[in-house]
């Protein structure tokens, strides 16, 4: 069975632009979640989504948003990008939403704004 | 909000030999799951092993096993037999109810494992 798949593995942006990330679940997977990993502040949540909708959310500014399609794909989008956006960003699928189903995580994206 | 604290940011151990890898956390539930991830360079994030508050027993997959102090609040990772592919950052996390089960990370401890 094919893991969690995230594209692209790389993205250079500079301040100001807007930046899509793409994430695909392993199949049967209904749940996503999005991560950032940067070497200050560690690993933080910031939201996930089952289906279609939001079911939970970090604590990060309105400026980070995603959504989930239909087949469970999901997208996170960060508009206005800022320096300290630059980090890694993992998604992981989970069957369900609840604790007793573990997360697995994609590659990441490494984001860096310029 | 969960803290869960690794108290060792770097552990090195040799090749064959067994190292015990630090968690505690915070928590006020009663019910939570607890977890250990190793992040080797290539980025991803894998579940080495996992263990359910409520459970008593210490959970075990092959080399891996965890000492689950519930009443201390600790959750240590044992490897046994470690390999050169055990090189990675080890992060401890937590899931419950009140974050509405997001995982709460620990700051990692990297191990290196040397011939």
């Known amino acids: 069975k094919a893991g969690v798949t995230q594209t692209p593995r790389y993205l250079i942006k500079t301040r100001g632009q807007q930046v899509t990330l793409s994430c695909s679940p392993i199949?049967?997977?209904?749940?996503v979640s999005w991560y950032q990993q940067t070497p200050g502040q560690g690993l933080q949540f910031l939201f996930e989504y089952f289906s279609e909708t939001q079911r939970n959310k970090g604590n990060f500014p309105g400026r980070f948003s995603g959504r989930q399609f239909s087949n469970s794909r999901s997208e996170m989008n960060v508009s206005t990008l800022e320096l300290g956006d630059s980090a890694l960003y993992l998604c992981a699928s989970s069957l369900t939403p609840g604790g007793e189903s573990p997360l697995h995580f994609g590659n990441g994206t490494r984001l860096t704004v310029t | 909000a969960q803290t869960v604290t690794q108290s060792q940011p770097e552990m090195s151990v040799q090749e064959a030999e067994t190292v015990t890898l630090s968690c505690t956390y915070d928590t006020s539930e009663n019910n939570y799951y607890l977890f250990w991830y190793k992040q080797p360079p290539s980025r991803q994030m894998i579940l080495v092993i996992r263990q359910e508050a409520y459970k008593q027993q210490n959970a075990t997959e092959n080399r891996f096993s965890v000492n689950f102090q519930k009443a201390a609040k600790s959750f240590s990772l044992k490897i046994s037999d470690s390999q050169l592919g055990d090189t990675a950052m080890y992060f401890c996390?937590?899931?419950?109810?009140?974050?509405?089960?997001?995982?709460?990370f620990g700051k990692g401890t990297s191990l290196l494992v040397t011939p």
């Open positions: 996390a937590t899931r419950n109810s009140n974050s509405g089960y997001a995982l709460n």
């Open positions: 199949s049967g997977h209904r749940s």
